[in-house]
RNA sequence: GCCGACAUAGCUUAGUUGGUGGAGCGGUGGACUGUUAAUCCACAGGUCGCAGGUUCGAGUCCUGCUGUCGGCGCCA
């Protein structure tokens, strides 16, 4: 790599004293006509250089002093240590501009926009996305969900599952028909993925343990700061095992990401205002396990009303979560609340062995999952009792059909995740390019 | 699909009973040797989302349209 430097040692103090070459792009610009002050930002931080026209020259010091705002520029000099901002200064030598920026086109996103953008929800900010990237804001989120898919492959890793891959395009629905994408697919329809899930099940009986980190489609009209049409969704599947056990790794892999966020990106976390108590309380704890019918008692108590049957939708799951300092997950749902492939309770038919996982501090579900109906005839019952259309299942059936096994698993929504430990406003902040039933650019 | 808001300069916005659209940031030119969203002076920049209507006169009132934002149902 043609860079040696960066700004990030710098402030650490590794390069005092030292002669440094910093290559990056201008974060801020200020001064007089003989001393000027750039704030140089890379992707690891930001520093000031200070310019004087007696070291460098005129025409150093004119290009230097007129760029603009994220000119690409190359800065060589000595690091000085200081009691002002940042504690390390770069007092400049020489530095030239690589990449200027044309003043009838200044870079678009001021101050003003960012602190009026209360994390970039404007039209402005959204329209702007690809430059919107490079601002400590956005930086630091990419930053925190990187490390949080880092910390899910580990998860997974280390217990030996295996990473594993399903199509994309897909002929049937896991969740409702309505929320279907749907793609020409050369002289018929085809549909964009909403779960990874029926394609797992597949491979199970050959990998056993096994999970994947990949978008998920779901074309829903939701306008919320919970929702993206496509998202990053971490899924998993494993033999042999119950509910419970589901919950387990369920649990295990959100506490684990906690921790990791913890251990890595505590500096981010606080730079984004986030507590750390709070994020390590969730690194910490147990989240205990509530029956549907508990929840239902609990909110009647509240004077919610609702009705045993239904599925608890947000506004429902807000009153519950309401009390709740850490994830809690909720299991048995009825029968009659969930799709086909959740196997009813042998204990009680009435009910499914299922679990959601919902977050506190009204980030919703993040997690739902639990066991698979895996024989062959209480399969065929469920879709016929919920009057699914056979034919896109022939596969999943039939996979039954050779030596089935109990087994279960869950599917994790990575930017609820990520929004909900970094504390983000809403969803879109956490992933690059936001996807949601208005917006498809930039 | 439903409910509710909003739309003024590149950005963030002010605009009073309807009476000549202002400012800050950003840009340009100038001043300034330690600035922290630097400061000071000057300049440029507007089809007030679009189309109708009411009126002597509409950024302002009315209707429609478009776009955007917030929320709901559903979900991760």
Redo the contacts with the bound molecule.
């Keep these: 790599m043609g860079k040696q430097h960066w700004v990030g040692e710098v402030r650490a103090g590794t390069h005092d004293g030292s002669e440094v070459e910093l290559k990056g792009w201008i974060h801020?610009?200020?001064?007089?006509?003989?001393?000027w002050?750039l704030?140089l930002r890379d992707s690891t931080g930001v520093v000031?250089c200070?310019v004087?026209r007696?070291d460098v020259g005129d025409d150093a010091f004119e290009s230097l002093s007129?760029a603009?705002?994220e000119s690409s520029v190359i800065i060589r000099g000595t690091v000085e240590t200081?009691d002002?901002?940042h504690r390390h200064?770069v007092?400049v030598s020489s530095g030239e501009v690589v990449g200027p920026v044309n003043?009838?086109r200044?870079?678009?996103?001021?101050?003003?926009?960012m602190?009026?953008?209360d994390g970039g929800?404007?039209?402005?900010?959204?329209d702007n996305r690809h430059l919107y990237l490079r601002t400590g804001r956005m930086t630091t989120m990419m930053k925190l969900r990187s490390t949080v898919f880092g910390a899910i492959h580990s998860y997974f890793r280390d217990r030996d599952f295996i990473e594993y891959q399903a199509p994309n395009f897909v002929a049937g629905a896991v969740?409702?028909g309505s929320?279907l994408f749907e793609v020409p697919y050369f002289d018929r329809k085809a549909y964009l993925t909403q779960?990874w899930q029926l394609y797992a099940e597949a491979a199970m009986p050959a990998l056993e343990r096994l999970y994947t980190m990949a978008p998920s489609f779901?074309a829903?009209?939701?306008?919320?700061?919970?929702?993206?049409?496509e998202?990053w969704?971490a899924e998993m599947e494993v033999a042999w095992a119950s509910n419970a056990e589901i919950m387990e790794y369920g649990e295990g892999v959100v506490r684990h990401i906690s921790k990791t966020l913890l251990d890595e990106r505590s500096d981010e976390l606080s730079e984004l205002g986030r507590d750390l108590d709070t994020v390590a309380s969730y690194a910490d704890s147990e989240y205990p396990r509530m029956r549907y019918d508990e929840a239902i008692e609990i909110l009647q108590g509240k004077g919610v009303e609702v009705e045993w049957g239904?599925?608890l939708?947000?506004?429902?799951?807000?009153v519950l979560t309401s009390d709740f300092e850490v994830p809690h997950f909720l299991t048995h749902y009825p029968r009659v609340?969930k799709p086909f492939y959740h196997r009813p309770d042998p204990d009680d038919a009435n009910y499914v062995l299922c679990h959601?996982?919902l977050a506190p501090e009204g980030y919703?579900?993040?997690?739902?999952g639990g066991e698979r109906t895996w024989s062959e005839t209480e399969i065929l019952d469920r879709i016929e009792e919920e009057g699914t259309p056979r034919e896109p299942y022939e596969f999943y059936i039939d996979i039954r059909r050779y030596g089935g096994v109990p087994h279960g698993g869950f599917?994790?929504?990575v930017?609820?995740v990520c929004a909900w430990l970094s504390g983000a406003d809403?969803?879109?902040e956490v992933i690059p390019f936001p996807r949601?039933s208005?917006?498809v650019t930039p």
């Excluded at 200044?106 to 926009?113: G, K, L, Q, V, W």
């Design positions: 801020r610009s200020r001064g007089s006509n003989k001393i002050f704030v000031q200070v004087k007696e007129t603009l705002i200081t002002r901002e200064e007092l003043p009838e200044p870079f678009p996103i001021t101050e003003s926009a602190s009026e953008a929800q404007t039209e402005f900010l959204l969740e409702g929320t779960s779901r829903e009209k939701s306008r919320t700061r919970r929702h993206l049409t998202f969704h239904q599925d939708d947000y506004s429902k799951e807000k609340a959601d996982l919703g579900e993040i997690i739902g599917g994790l929504g930017d609820r809403h969803i879109r949601d208005r917006r």
